[in-house]
């Protein structure tokens, strides 16, 4: 395998938010540690996606309105199509259960903290937020949930990124919002939370925390190289948590929620479905072995679909 040089460097993929780099920056640092590359032997190629855009952002436009997952890796991966990157660096949680064809994802980084972070500049957790307070988000997963547990809240649409969630909060827009511990962390802001939600108290998005890499299915010099860095107990969970999200449609208009750990020999998944406005939510849970994670996953779907009413998704009509 010929590995990349300063004169010859294997471009890496990414958005252009903070987050997003920290994401590349890691990649890179766990490929120049595994093959003692130099740094400027992998470049940081930085793609501006449709999510990106800032009129969006600053209107707060639920993501289902203007194009959901795709909206945060469509002019990535077209660029991976064409060659004009090699490795493609994504969110984990941003991306479409299916991948455009020619393209595979099989890197996974180890996993970070997969719970959510309560942010408030003046109230300490969810319970003692008052009565009636404002609450911005904008994923409908955590609007769902916090609207089942505090119907009293008053949720609005937050987007953005990490900091212009955090300057829309100071400048007064919500009493407080939520943001993965993981972005955080990665971001060197773990301080900014408040708090870090249990997940028996809000189950978190399918893949929060993870890191994922993707590449041409042709490009074997790119697989070889990913396999160094691939962890594969994150991969057993993503599966059994993906295939849970694919075989319940999951979308940016669907409050769905998942997590699996590794349990003794196996893996515990955990998931969710819930009505936009909070008021009903059906849950259920599997345990098994590593290589039934797929199936698993999907069997935990069917039986939360099978347990819902036949007007529980009229909401996505309305």
Known sequence: ??????????????RGSPLALAQAFETRSRLMAAYGLTEDSCEIVIIKTTGDDRALIAADRPLKEIGGKGLFTKEIEEALLSGAIDIAVHSMKDMPVEQP?????DCYLPREDVRDAFVSPSVASIAELPEGAVVGSSSLRRRAQLANRRPDLKLVEFRGNVQTRLKKLQDGGATATFLAMAGLNRLGMGHVAKSAIEVDEMLPAVAQGAIGIERRETCQRAGELLSAIHDAPTAE??????A?????????????????????EGLWLRGEILRPDGSEVIRGERRFMAAEAAEAGEDLAREL??????????WRHS
């Open 1 to 14: 395998m010929k590995l990349p040089s300063a004169q010859n460097p294997l471009k890496l993929g990414t």
């Open 237 to 242: 969970r993503l599966t059994a948590e993906r």
């Open 244 to 264: 849970f999200l694919a075989t319940l449609d999951g979308s940016c208009e669907t409050p769905i929620a998942g997590l699996a750990v590794h349990e003794g």
């Open 305 to 314: 679909l099978s347990q819902a009413s036949a007007d529980f998704f009229d």
């Open 101 to 105: 064809g020619g393209l595979v994802l």
